[in-house]
């Protein structure tokens, strides 16, 4: 496997790309890795790196027998070749084609041999696989992936890119009508001269009441609209400014512009500011109840506002400082009241929280994007929508059709009870009430386009009928293209439609930094954000997903290299080379596959609880329902998505059963994963491979997977570990994550092979960690995921046989070998760290060190915490928290002690007379703390001559190895710097490398995060 290469590959395919954006699909693997472990299956292990990578696709057939007859090293002739191909964009040519046949009819006994992905997902799998002409089964449980899949692969390799203009036809009908219908809930401002305003977006503040002076509070963690770099370099940075209005019981506000200044204020000139329009509106609450104030002025900025001060003219406004929620916690500002969290909590359950409209966002002709305060007009439009949504009338109409979506957010889910907490019990009552109107209109028209399109297909299809007469076979063939013509239509405006939730709904985020709206799905959560934009739903939010969308079905066609072949019947073009059938099913459950009728499984399981893709999905799903149910009545049956046969681990579906929740959802995953692995086992052949992608930094769900799959008889017989994540995308930078994905390749295994003691195969399993340590780093492989990726070698040794007992005839568990792997690597990572003699280093400083070295975050599973410990030895985990208050833990994570925690709970002391070094983590710390709490070097220096730390190497040791280890960004790391720059007793003894320190932006508050 060519890792760095495939590395850098994975690393091009962190932008965009248009498999990727036809839907959000959570953890989808990139298309370069994907193809690389299709064919990594497929062709035979004698092929040479040379010609592996240029059947990937890297270098064109000169380039490789260049690379294969020059005399130069590899890397020179590499240098000379600087392949700058994008595999993702770039479908393998006929010859790669061809190439990849003859090997495989060699291996397998056939040119396309039979691919299988049951856990199927966004398709990045069967997508590589269909680009090499295989012939691919592709599947996946959850509804919304399947459809996804089925617009990305099976209708671009049926129709080829003639559909687009069909596509494209009916996106801009729908965007038509939409228009048309909308427009009276959408009211733009007259124009006074000029080009006339288009409004693009509404930016919103949930609300809730003072219990103080009963004012309606507007929420919101600050107030910028935008502070994009080249509004910052035109000096026109925007916010609005809330303006306190105690007589009216409201927040007015006042829109600010200027150049940037101190931090993060505005710098602006008073008279260039824009005032309120004579009456404010103010929002309504969920139940429609409109709140609205009488006419008046926001009153002069130096009365409002004591923090607002003069200097040249210019006043001073921070956007960050009038922020009205902070951790869940409202204040008001007409009378300072702190408003709790459960006040707002209990508001939102009685009667919904309200929103507020605080700002518009618009265009003049081709100019940039304006603000402005909202006017009457606005406000308007939106009470004309929402007396529209409660009129009975057209509620009923709706909800007979199931175009609403009533559906509840399961009480038994992730997100589902945080969203109880704000009163938000069902789908729908995560937009507002313009939001919903625009999406149930979309529906509507989408339902009545696929009427249409029905009835153009049926007039088509007629006419060739009579033409082909009696030939029964060529009249089936056209009832299935039209029928398949009529589905990937509809499959693609509901796939506009998708991404108008993703941008249309409380959940939504306006980026001020690039003033546009990011989708709801941008993370793994579902999250209710405090202040949110609504799009036009006349025009832009329908015009603008459906450019992106509807597009990347030309280019998609492009990137699966599709060649068109005439079918026999007149203008009706195949694409017949290459061959995918996607379908809905469970992975235990495969009936439409055969006994040993697959010849390389490549897959990509769920991991544990990594992701709750049914849960997320149905943010999708209820939408998906109500556009695409007719046509897919078998898909779409279901309210919601399936998530009693989904394969994950999620302690919410076990509450309440009288054991712990997560021992049950672990048991619950490990069942699942023994029955999809038992299928596989069933559908594949005898000789076949299975290739399995799993990347999860819990060595539970490690022990799990490769317990199932030796359970359902597989043996692993080779891994390999690759980047596969972009670092700036890990969803939690404080916490350690994994980026890499093992990929762990399996067969059948030996039917007759024999049990086997674990004690002869405890040093195999050692040796065989130690000897691949060295090849995991030169590929990038590093910290927590160096651990990981020894996983594969040691169940390379433990899998073979089967079962494995222990001394007492006990069968051990694929954990055990782990626990191994994991002892080998910290033998070999420590040693390469003090790059000397490891004795003397007592067992607690090592794990410190480990630790750091390992997950790079101070904040990490405890059970990881444990597993480290466990494999240096010499002391009590529980002791660490406990005796040694090296961490805390809490709910499964625990958090490394600072210096100064430590010191506060008594571990050590700063006298030293009375400080003694049991371990050299506390000489570390008591030096750091001391340095923190004084600034003095003096002090420290005084400290390690009476201690006799100036002269202990091991000592000096630590120190420099701490300063490897230990991220830049976190304090220890500076105050070791300052220590090291300041004291050259120190300098002289311990040898560091300065780097340099990354800046990093505040993050946005959500209601979740508080
Ligand atoms: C790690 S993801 C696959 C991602 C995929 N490789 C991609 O690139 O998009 C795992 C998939 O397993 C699916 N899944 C969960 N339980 C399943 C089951 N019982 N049968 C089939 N698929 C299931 C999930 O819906 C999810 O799409």
Not at 6 to 11: A, D, I, K, R, S
Not at 672 to 683: D, I, S
Request: glycine content about 6%; charged content about 25%.
């Amino acid at each position: 496997m060519p890792i760095k290469l495939l590395n850098q590959q994975v690393y091009y395919e962190n932008g965009g790309n248009p498999f990727k954006g036809l839907h959000r699909w959570f953890s989808r693997k990139p298309l370069s890795f994907s193809r690389a472990s299709v064919l990594a299956s497929l062709l035979p292990g004698s092929i040479s790196l040379e010609e592996f990578e240029y059947l990937l696709g890297i270098y064109s057939e000169g380039e490789l027998e260049f690379l294969q007859k020059s005399g130069l090293s590899k890397e020179e002739k590499e240098k000379k070749i600087k392949s700058a191909v994008k595999l993702y964009k770039t479908p393998p040519g006929s010859k790669r084609i061809q190439k990849v046949h003859d090997y495989c009819e060699e291996t397998w006994g056939t040119r396309t041999p039979v691919v299988l992905d049951a856990f199927a997902g966004g398709g990045s799998i069967p997508f590589e696989a269909a680009r090499y002409g295989l012939r691919v089964y592709g599947s996946d449980l959850n509804p919304v992936a399947v459809v996804t899949m089925k617009a990305a692969m099976e209708y671009p390799l049926r129709f080829g890119p003639d559909l687009q203009v069909d596509i494209d036809k009916w996106v801009k009908w729908v965007g038509d009508e939409a228009k048309q219908r909308l427009a009276e809930f959408f009211p733009s401002n007259p124009s006074q001269g000029g080009e006339p305003e288009k409004v693009q977006n509404y930016l919103w503040a949930h609300t809730v009441q003072c219990l103080s002076c009963n004012s309606t509070v507007p929420l919101s963690p600050n107030w910028w609209l935008d502070r994009s770099p080249g509004a910052g370099k035109k000096g026109q940075w925007c916010a609005v400014k809330p303006i306190p209005n105690l007589e009216e019981k409201r927040v007015d506000f006042e829109l600010i512009r200027g150049k940037k200044g101190k931090g993060t204020t505005i710098l602006y000139h008073p008279d260039e500011q824009f005032l309120n329009p004579s009456e404010q509106v103010l929002g309504a609450d969920d139940d429609k109840n409109v709140v609205r104030s009488s006419p008046s002025l926001g009153g002069s900025i130096s009365e409002q506002d004591a923090r607002t001060t003069a200097k040249n003219d210019l006043l001073e406004f921070d956007p960050n400082d009038y922020s009205t929620i902070s951790r869940g916690v409202g204040k008001c500002p007409n009378c300072g009241n702190v408003i709790e969290d459960d006040v707002i909590k209990s508001q939102g359950q009685a009667e919904g929280l309200g929103h507020q409209l605080y700002a518009v966002a618009y265009k003049k002709g081709k100019g940039s994007l304006e603000f402005r305060i909202p006017t009457e007009l606005d406000w308007e439009g939106f009470l004309n929508a929402n007396d529209f949504i409660a009129d009975s009338k057209n509620r009923n109409r709706w909800e007979a059709s199931s175009f609403l979506p009533i559906q509840e957010i399961p009480s038994n889910t992730h997100r589902g009870p945080d969203m109880y907490l704000y009163g938000i019990y069902h789908w729908h009552q995560v937009f507002n009430p313009r939001q919903l109107l625009t999406l149930v209109t979309y529906v509507e028209i989408i339902n009545e386009a696929k009427a249409k399109i029905q009835e153009e297909c049926e007039t088509e299809k007629a006419e060739k009928i009579a033409s082909v007469q009696d030939d029964f076979e060529k009249v089936a063939e056209l009832e299935d293209y039209y029928r398949a013509k009529v589905e990937s239509i509809s499959i693609y405006l509901g796939l506009v439609m998708d991404r108008c939730v993703d941008k249309n709904s409380r959940l939504t985020i306006w980026d001020t930094s690039a003033i546009k709206v990011n989708r709801a799905s941008t993370t793994h959560s579902l999250n209710l954000m405090w202040n949110y934009p609504e799009s036009s739903g006349d025009w832009r939010l329908w015009l603008w997903c459906a450019a992106t969308v509807s597009d990347d079905y030309t280019k998609l066609c492009g990137y699966l290299g599709i060649e068109i072949n005439l079918s026999n019947i007149q203008d009706i073009e195949t694409h017949a080379e290459k061959t995918i059938q996607i379908d809905a099913a469970s992975a235990d459950s495969l009936y439409h596959i055969s006994d040993n009728s697959v010849d390389a499984i490549i897959t990509d399981p769920p991991y544990y609880d990594a992701v709750r893709y049914g849960e997320l999905s149905d943010f999708f799903y209820v939408w998906m329902k109500a556009n695409l149910q007719d046509i897919f009545p078998n898909i779409f049956i279901n309210e919601l998505t399936d998530k009693d046969r989904e394969a994950i681990s999620n302690p919410g579906r076990f509450r309440n059963m009288g054991a712990s929740p997560e021992d049950l959802a672990n048991q619950d995953y490990e069942a699942k994963m023994v029955l999809a692995f038992g299928e596989y086992y069933r559908v594949l052949r005898d000789d076949g491979v299975m290739t399995v992608q799993f990347n999860h930094k819990e060595s539970g769900a490690w022990d799990t997977l490769a317990k199932s799959l030796i359970d359902a008889g597989f043996e692993i017989t080779a891994s390999w570990a690759v980047s596969t994540e972009n670092p700036q995308n890990l969803h939690q930078a404080k916490k350690n994550s994994v980026s890499s994905t093992v990929l762990l390749v399996c067969r059948k295994r030996d039917p007759n092979a024999q049990q086997a003691w674990w004690d002869d195969l405890r040093p195999e399993v050692a040796n065989l960690v130690e000897s691949r340590a060295p090849e995991f780093e030169a590929n990038d492989i590093t910290g927590i995921d160096l651990y990981l990726s020894a996983f594969g070698p040691a169940l390379n040794v433990f899998s073979k046989q089967y079962p494995i007992l222990d001394s007492s005839g006990q069968e051990v568990r694929p954990e055990e070998a782990f626990a191994e792997a994991r002892k080998a690597i910290a033998n070999y990572r420590f040693r390469n760290l003090v790059q000397t003699e490891t004795a003397g280093f007592d067992p607690l400083t090592q794990w410190y060190l480990l630790a750091w070295d390992a997950f790079k975050a101070r904040e990490f599973p405890f059970d990881e915490a444990r597993q480290l410990a466990l494999a240096i030895g010499g002391f009590n985990v529980s002791d660490l928290a406990k005796t040694h208050k090296l961490l805390n833990s809490a709910s499964g994570t625990c958090k490394l002690l600072t210096p100064q925690q430590r010191l506060k709970k008594r571990a050590f002391s700063l006298n030293d007379q009375e400080f003694t070094c049991h371990h050299l983590v506390d000489g570390l710390h008591a030096i750091l703390a001391l340095y923190q709490e004084e600034e003095n070097l003096q002090l420290v220096r005084r400290f390690l001559k009476n201690t006799g730390l100036v002269s202990n190497d091991l000592f000096m040791k630590t120190l420099e190895v701490a300063f490897k280890v230990i991220p830049e960004t976190v304090s220890e790391h500076q105050v070791l710097l300052n220590l090291w720059l300041g004291m050259d007793e120190i300098k002289a003894k311990v040898v560091v490398e300065q780097l340099e320190i990354p800046f990093q932006e505040e993050a946005q508050l959500n209601l979740f995060d508080s």
